[in-house]
């Protein structure tokens, strides 16, 4: 159907059917806390805390060697209930968070995937939940945690790049497990400058200024191209028999697990027990606002997938990403306006988010796929996950399924792919 381009670009329609002006939408980084140079990542992450809570960073700076020899619990359970009030600013926040969530994922599942913990001692459990209830966070590891805020330059004066990069806090799975961190990190910082173009497209779109729409698009296009070019590092720093037996399973969560499918007792917060996911890659809010501002429209369990990886966001990233669902259809905008050139920025773009989803797949072929294949072939599944998430990923979901779905529905986006079929109809 032909849009009113004229009648487009003074009055469009929110979800609720209720008419704006265009002026309304206007949207700044500011407002959503997104950094222009890094977009999403904690810019200068607290590395330390008040004294008061050196409990804690002692316990998740050490945490490899006591998750080894199994001291880890102990010494949680040993650990007195300190209060989260003397913590001062977002940054202590967001480290307390961090460390928190490290602890929880190695008492968890320091004994692997045959005795995990079924209850999360008070000592843990209280102080976290009353840390993840100020910023806005669900009280486990999120992507939010060991990806955007997990992090420190080794030289203050150097560049930002893995060999000047270290991380805060680590699990077992050695140099891998940094590399696995790091360069996640990496891809994230290469999306602010899309993120920045994101916000000019949509800005744009309500004043039909297609030189600043194009602009902005190209910047989107180079955004994706670059992740996808740092995303390729991962095979150089991590290694697929390191991350499938050792490292993957301190991602899992407590949702739809079937290693604790009764979900995890939080003592002295609640009676029964939380039901939550573990990081995944879907809780990128990068993604999400690429996948917003293009107008991918996923399949309805992937949606829903996708709608609650939100709740392990922050709150004003969250929010980010919702703004822009609702702001004018670019897709519907660039058919209405006729433009060749606009097209192909848009497919550009969309070309670009489909390779870097079909490298994802390849990646999880190459680290959960195979080396799954291998120890069940062998006999001998390996110490930790073994085979119990080969099906399901660390957020709940069926990873090569899911990453199939979500990448099939970003291809269906492309202009030139809707009017070929559209032709082959007639």
């Not at 891998?176 to 920045?196: D, M, N, W």
Request: aromatic share 8%.
């Amino acid at each position: 159907m032909e849009i009113d381009k004229h009648r487009y670009c003074t009055e469009q329609r929110m979800g609720d059917g209720e008419r704006f002006p265009r002026s309304a939408l206007q949207i700044d980084l500011d407002c959503f806390f997104v950094s222009e140079e890094f977009g999403f990542i904690l810019e200068q992450p607290a590395t330390d805390l008040p004294d008061y809570y050196r409990v804690w960073m002692g316990l998740a700076s050490n945490l490899t060697s006591l998750i080894q020899t199994h001291q880890l619990r102990d010494l949680v359970n040993e650990m007195p209930v300190l209060s989260p009030h003397h913590l001062k600013g977002h940054r202590e926040l967001r480290l307390a968070h961090l460390a928190l969530g490290f602890i929880t994922m190695g008492y968890v599942w320091q004994e692997g995937q045959h005795l995990p913990a079924q209850t999360l001692p008070k000592s843990l459990a209280l102080p976290y939940w009353l840390v993840s209830k100020r910023l806005g966070l669900p009280p486990i590891l999120t992507y939010a945690d060991s990806v955007l805020a997990n992090w420190r330059l080794r030289d203050l004066t150097g560049d930002i790049e893995i060999g000047n990069l270290d991380t805060l806090f680590s699990f077992p799975g050695g140099e891998s497990c940094k590399g696995f961190f790091l360069v996640s990190l990496l891809v994230e910082r290469a999306a602010s400058s899309g993120i920045q173009g994101a916000f000019s497209v949509m800005n744009s779109v309500v004043t039909c200024d297609i030189i600043s729409i194009q602009k902005g698009l190209y910047k989107v296009g180079q955004s994706l191209r670059k992740m996808k070019e740092i995303f390729e590092l991962m095979h150089r720093h991590v290694d697929p028999t390191a991350f499938h037996g050792t490292l993957r399973i301190f991602f899992s969560g407590w949702r739809d697990n079937p290693m604790l499918p009764g979900g995890l007792l939080y003592e002295g917060v609640g009676e029964e027990p939380m039901m939550l996911s573990g990081g995944s890659a879907a809780q990128s809010s990068s993604i999400q606002c690429f996948d917003a501002l293009l107008g991918i429209c996923h399949d309805v369990h992937a949606a829903s997938f996708l709608k609650r990886m939100r709740e392990y966001m922050l709150p004003s990233h969250r929010q980010l990403i919702e703004t822009l669902s609702v702001c004018p259809p670019l897709r519907d905008f660039i058919l209405s306006c006729s433009s060749p050139s606009l097209c192909i920025n848009y497919d550009s773009c969309v070309s670009a988010l489909v390779n870097l989803r079909s490298y994802h797949l390849s990646a999880v072929t190459r680290y959960i796929t195979v080396p799954g294949y291998r120890a069940r072939a062998m006999g001998c599944p390996l110490n930790g996950v073994g085979s119990a998430l080969d099906e399901t990923g660390t957020g709940g979901s069926s990873p090569l399924p899911f990453l199939k779905s979500i990448r099939d529905a970003t291809q269906r986006a492309l202009i030139s792919q809707t009017r070929l079929t559209s032709q082959s109809q007639r």
